[in-house]
């Protein structure tokens, strides 16, 4: 082969390359980069990946893993790069003698401690990277790395100040999401080189400086996620070459520069959310013509969006969410004409805002290009927004909680790019369109909150890559579509409170991927699927409130992940599977009003009486001693069913009769000899003080009118001093010639003998005796409660020179309805029996110095028995034929003498809830010819609140926050759910109670 010139030469130079690595190779080159090397190696505790395996003496070490060195002898090391090598240890100081380094990459490693300090001697280091590290301690001082022109030291655990000495020559620098504080150094701006500066996600305060104005090449400012102060500092505008600027997420507040465009002509993305800014948007984009991201969300800007922004032809990203904007006539809806300009507009939010109204057609006119619309949580209106029709390539739309109605049309379908549909909280009414089964890349769909009817598709079994299904609380009828449970993605599905019946299918067991299953308050039926155990991803069940019988199957046991497990009030029989024990994830696990029987286990679960709810199983026992159940005997897992038939059938009545005959002579004795001697009551046991009838006429001064503070169906109640302490108590007196007093009274003792609970009045003793006359004499002494009843607080006038109310401030209402919660989720569903209520009204309801709410007056209180058909010879059973409660209060069914449940209870603390917010007693002259307080709340829900709501709660300061309204219509709403005319369809109070408290918890905290 002819070798060419050319070809000669390129052999030349790549021996001469050659020798030249192996000379260098060949001697040991500078010592003091080696052992350096070397020093930082053995710094090293974990290297799980290797990645330092070839630093060892048989391989040069400039020929070593991330090592680079010069071609000169000797060689010296410039640049060491272990970027993601799953390195954990410590940065030896020793870097800081490798005299030559310009470049360090130690990002995404695993390196803690301090920075070492020598860093700051490399006078050569020009690219610092440690981002990403877990890195402790203050920033070293770089000052003397003259030549160092990127320091990367974000995403560490760094602490103290910004130094205020930098290179001179630095043009990034970024120190986001340490744990930095102080304020942010002005000497930064004598860095004349920088260009990028990030410090968000730290914690510093003040604001930006003023020497910022000298910044002449900076082009990204990122101080978001602070805690800077202040108004819109004039000094950013003077940056002219300016970007990017973020100033999200912190306490700036005032008005925004009505200039700001003009300065800032080369502003691309402007991040303004989570402030306090206020007033209107100002008209500062006709110059800011680069914009393509704008984000303003989360501040209090007022107003109308401005039409000028439709000048922003490049805008890609819209962002206007949660402010106070309006829209209250088609001028108004200018700005929506306008965005037709934007052509390259992908994504744009007003969701949580105060738009009003119906959507106007322009809708359609937005880009083609439009990816996702954000319109929820406004006050929109009218039927599904026809324009959408022509946004082909739309896959999110967002219209949740606003007041749209009608139907939602079929052309829905022909959006094939659509990913999530939020349409929860409307109004919408009609079936789930058949076309809806055409979005083949659907992935969240959420109908909740509608008027939605008719069956479930079955062709929603197509929707192949569905992973969120939730159709709460509408009226969907029939049965659960067999293909839904198919879709392999399906990952929640929520189908609660429905009317849908008939028996699941076994096919649910191929829903291998499915989490979070919801079917409360349904009608269905059967047995539970045993192929539920094929699920083996689920961590919430919750069938509530359905009709399912049979046994709880045993493949359950296989679903380990499983922490929520809900089967009340169903037809359930047989034991609780002893496996539910073995499940160390559970968390929750509610069994009760069933028909179970057996041995309750103790392990796992079990072992926690607070995390499971059994009662209403009247045929359980054992367990552990906190249940309060039978324990387990061998005599009676032994007796035959003959002999316990005998037991009941004879013994008992027998036992029955003596014992009545020895009550009747006991009762002639102790009235002709012993009249003025007090009778124990022995239901009370001996940690009662016993009190007599002589004890409580001194208490009330022979029971004068002056010491009456209030009186009911059944007696009169009393305030007095009894006991040696002084303090006062309330004496309930019941009149015993009244008609059910007597049951009234066994009543109320049955239900707070054992009952105990921060809101509930507490029973101090108990009378029953003869009075001075010898007639019969019964009475309760509960703990006095100086604030009286929440009907008095309501409806009492502050000032007797005025018509005034008593001023009642939001969060004292809102204390007083979660106490309420409490005590009847405590009722229902924690006490040693489940306890019914009966007459829960604003008079039964105690207040004490603080405000603290107890539920109080159980003469009408009834024990929930395990029983389908109640004994109507038990005086004590669940069902009476009379109405049970107070006219407005009671539930629909108990005042057709239907059966009486905890339903009838979160029926009447609805009426309770309503009627505080609106200060408008449910017996009103306005509520007739069928027209009840919960009809009246729903008819003017949402778009009328504020003018039925009590005066005096929008004279609070805080109405005129957002959140404020938000607030009220949460309560509203659960007033409304808890008000159903259907038992079925109200909320259990162990469901009500906690969303209480976390509104209460986000009120508080926003207020």
């Known amino acids: 082969m002819k070798v060419t010139p050319i070809i000669r030469l390129f052999f030349m130079v790549l021996m001469a390359s050659c020798a030249n690595i192996v000379n260098c190779s060949s001697l040991s080159g500078n010592e003091t980069d080696r052992l350096s090397l070397i020093e930082f190696k053995k710094a090293i505790s974990f290297d799980l990946q290797q990645a330092l395996i070839s630093w060892n003496d048989s391989i ?30 410590q940065i030896s100081p020793s870097l800081g003698n490798l005299s030559f380094l310009q470049n360090l990459h130690l990002p995404k490693n695993a390196f803690a401690a301090d920075i070492p300090p020598s860093l700051g001697h490399l006078r050569r280091l020009r690219y610092l990277y440690l981002t990403n590290n877990t890195l402790q301690g203050r920033i070293p001082n770089f000052a003397n790395c003259s030549h160092l ?80 102060t202040g108004r819109f500092q004039q000094a950013i505008l003077n940056i002219s070459t300016l970007v990017d600027l973020s100033l999200t997420e912190n306490q700036i507040t005032g008005e925004l520069p009505s200039n700001l465009g003009n300065h800032l002509p080369n502003l691309q993305r402007l991040f303004l959310a989570a402030n306090l800014f206020q007033g209107y948007i100002p008209n500062l984009f006709i110059t800011a013509s680069k914009l393509t991201l704008l984000d303003m969300s989360r501040n209090n800007f007022t107003g109308v969006v401005p039409s000028s922004i439709g000048k922003l032809t490049k805008l890609s990203w819209l962002n206007l969410e949660f402010n106070k904007l309006e829209t209250h006539n088609k001028q108004d809806w200018k700005f929506r004409d306008s965005l037709a300009n934007c052509t390259e507009l992908q994504i744009f939010s007003i969701h949580g805002n105060r738009l009003e109204g119906h959507v106007p057609a322009s809708l359609g006119n937005l880009s083609v290009n439009l990816r996702s619309l954000y319109l929820g949580d406004n006050e929109l209106s009218g039927n599904f927004p026809a324009g959408l029709a022509t946004l082909p390539n739309l896959n999110l739309l967002e219209l949740q909680r606003n007041h749209f109605t009608g139907m939602v049309p079929e ?26 089964s055409n979005l083949s890349l659907l992935v969240q769909i ?23 299904f939730s159709i709460f609380n509408n009226s969907f009828i029939g049965g659960v579509p067999k293909k839904i449970f198919q879709i392999p993605t399906l990952y929640d599905i929520d189908l609660s409170f429905n009317n849908l019946v008939g028996q699941l299918r076994t096919d649910i067991g191929n829903a291998k991927q499915l989490v979070n299953l919801a079917l409360s308050s349904n009608k269905l039926s059967g047995d539970v699927p045993n192929t539920l155990g094929n699920c083996e991803s689920l961590e919430n069940i919750l069938f509530g409130s359905n009709i399912f019988s049979g046994s709880i199957p045993i493949s359950l046991g296989n679903i380990r992940s499983l922490k929520v497990l809900n089967f009340s009030d169903n037809n359930l029989s047989g034991p609780i599977p002893a496996y539910l024990g073995n499940l160390k994830l559970l968390e929750k696990l509610d069994l009760s009003f069933n028909h179970l029987e057996g041995e309750v286990p103790k392990n796992g679960i079990f072992s926690n009486a607070t995390a499971i709810k059994i009662d209403a199983n009247h045929r359980l026992y054992g367990g552990i001693q906190e249940l309060h159940l039978l324990a387990c005997s061998v005599m009676r897992s032994n007796l035959s069913k003959y002999k316990l038939s005998f037991v009941l059938k004879l013994v008992i009545p027998v036992v029955s009769m003596v014992s009545l005959v020895m009550v009747i002579v006991l009762q002639v004795f102790w009235r002709r000899k012993h009249k003025k001697r007090s009778l124990s009551l022995p239901s009370y ?45 309330a004496i309930k007196v019941f009149n015993l010639e009244t008609t059910g007093s007597q049951k009234s009274f066994i009543a109320e003792c049955n239900a707070l003998r054992s009952v105990r609970h921060r809101n509930l009045v507490h029973v101090l003793t108990a009378c029953s005796s003869i009075d001075s006359n010898g007639n019969d004499f019964k009475a309760l002494v509960y703990e006095f409660m100086p604030r009286g009843d929440l009907h008095k607080l309501l409806y009492s006038i502050q000032d007797e020179s005025t018509s005034e109310l008593s001023h009642i401030t939001v969060a004292q209402r809102l204390s007083i309805v979660v106490d309420v919660a409490d005590a009847l989720e405590y009722l229902h569903h924690n006490s040693q029996e489940t306890i019914v209520h009966c007459d829960m009204k604003p008079s039964n309801i105690l207040l004490d110095d603080n405000l603290t709410a107890h539920v109080g007056d159980f003469g009408l209180a009834k ?27 009671v539930a629909p069914e108990c005042a057709t003498g239907g059966h009486v449940s905890s339903a009838s209870d979160v029926y009447s603390f609805g009426i309770v809830l309503l009627e505080i917010f609106l200060r408008k007693r449910p017996t009103d002259d306005m509520f007739k010819d069928g027209l009840n307080i919960a009809k009246f709340v729903e008819m003017n829900f949402l778009a009328r609140i504020a003018q039925i709501i009590d005066p005096e709660l929008l004279q609070d300061p805080a109405a005129t926050k957002e959140s404020y309204w938000e607030f009220l219509v949460s309560m509203l709403n659960i007033g409304l759910c808890c008000t159903k005319l259907s038992p079925n369809e109200r909320p259990m109070m162990q469901e009500v109670a906690p969303r209480l408290h976390g509104i209460k918890d986000s009120y508080l905290r926003g207020n």
């Open 446 to 468: 959420f109908l909740d909150s509608n008027k939605f009817g008719g069956h479930l598709p079955p062709s929603l079994g197509n929707l192949q890559m569905l992973q969120t």
């Open 149 to 228: 022109k990127v320091l990367w030291l974000d995403r560490n655990n760094l602490v103290g100040q910004i130094p205020t000495e930098w290179p001179p020559n630095l043009q990034e620098l970024n120190l986001a999401n340490n744990n930095l504080s102080g304020t942010i150094p002005p000497s930064l701006a004598n860095i004349t080189t920088l260009e990028s500066f990030h410090c968000g996600l730290n914690n510093l305060v003040g604001n930006v400086p003023n020497s910022f104005a000298k910044f002449s090449r900076q082009k990204y400012l990122f101080v978001s996620a602070n805690r800077l």
């Open 411 to 436: 052309w829905i379908g022909n959006l094939k790019n659509l990913q999530q549909i939020l349409l929860h909280g409307n109004k919408f009414t009609g079936f789930i369109p058949e076309s809806v």
């Open 863 to 889: 024990f929930k028995v395990d029983s389908v058909v109640p004994n109507p010879a038990d005086p004590y059973s669940t069902s009476s034929i009379a109405i049970r409660g107070t006219i407005g209060y």
């Open 60 to 89: 040069p070490f400039c020929n070593w893993e991330g090592v680079r060195c010069t071609m000169k002898n000797p060689c010296r090391v410039t640049s060491l790069d272990l970027t993601n090598r799953g390195l954990v240890g």
């Open 685 to 729: 046991g001996q940690g009662f003080p016993k009190v007599s009838f002589i004890d409580l006429a001194r208490a009330t001064d022979g029971f004068s009118t002056a010491k009456m503070i209030g009186r009911g169906s059944y007696g009169a109640v009393y305030e007095g001093k009894l006991f040696p302490d002084g303090n006062y108590v």
